[in-house]
């Protein structure tokens, strides 16, 4: 769609651009010094077609230094039409040619985004016509049309722009929102599985419960209890769960432990790679851990991903239980670390 817009405006002004030049050569008066009118036509033509399709790597901007080379030849192009005129005929159609001309010139220097060229092309224009024939003589002859398309044009390309900018950030705002969607259908399925998962495991307790009236021996009580727990990790820590960690806590509470788990955020914009490696270290941790309690928490630290205490008291406010265990497994890998460092 750009291309083809792009390729419509590039087709029009060469069109008008030979227009003009072929009213400069449709004499009704032989000029007095022809080769200065052919010099003033060819050199327009070269300016503007090399203006018009001049290309740029980074975009429709016109280079600078060609931008300078149309306002000099915009200054240079009235005085040799009119000077190959005679004076009584500088006014005839075919003579002043060069104000529309010009004025398409600057059009394109600010369609071409350089909006000081364009403007210094209309002042050129401007001051070159008065002195060559009068202010209101030229402003007679279009010198107003030419304001007009440089003023309108000036317009369109900040209206343009602006629209532009205002698609990026629509586009922006639509990506966030994908972006926002995916992560809640993420999120969903994740809750989904953890449901599923957490059925799986309370359920047959539940149903046994229930036919029970609550009378259960000591090893279905055993049973819920570890049901209970793994529910409440599931809920409370999913992202720090993979089937090792799973295990490694059954253990711990098999032997008596007691295991709470608080995921506060602290492997969120970690990688998966990291995650995986995270939870392998807290299953090895956890396997070794001999403690009465065992407290795993992730929480938001710029260094500390999770962080592993075990106590020895039971639980009691009054227990003075002293710290057995403490283990803080890093945001960041051994490897990442040293990398960081090295480039430091």
Known sequence: MNRSVRSVATSLAVGFAVYFAARAVWWTVQPAVPLLMVAAILLYLVVMVATVLLEMPKGPQLPRWWAAVAVVAAALIPFMASGSMPLAYRTAPFATWYIGALGLLAVVCIVRRRIIAGWLVLAALTVSSTVCLGPMVSL????????????????????????????????????????WHATQLVRQRERRVRVKYALGVAGPVLTRTVAAHGRLTDEERLEARLAEGRLRDELRGAS??????????????LRGATVTVFDEGGLDELDEDRRTQIRDELARVLRSAEAGRVIIRAARDPQTAVTVVGRSGSGDSSDEDSVGLWHEIPRESATDAARASSSD
């Open 140 to 179: 007679e002859l279009g010198l107003v049309g030419s304001m007009m398309w440089t003023v309108v044009a000036q317009l369109l390309v900040l209206f343009w722009d602006r629209a532009v900018r205002d698609t990026e950030h629509l586009a922006d705002i639509q990506q966030a929102v994908s972006a």
């Open 240 to 253: 720090l769960l993979n089937d090792a960690v799973r295990d490694a806590i059954q253990q711990a509470r």
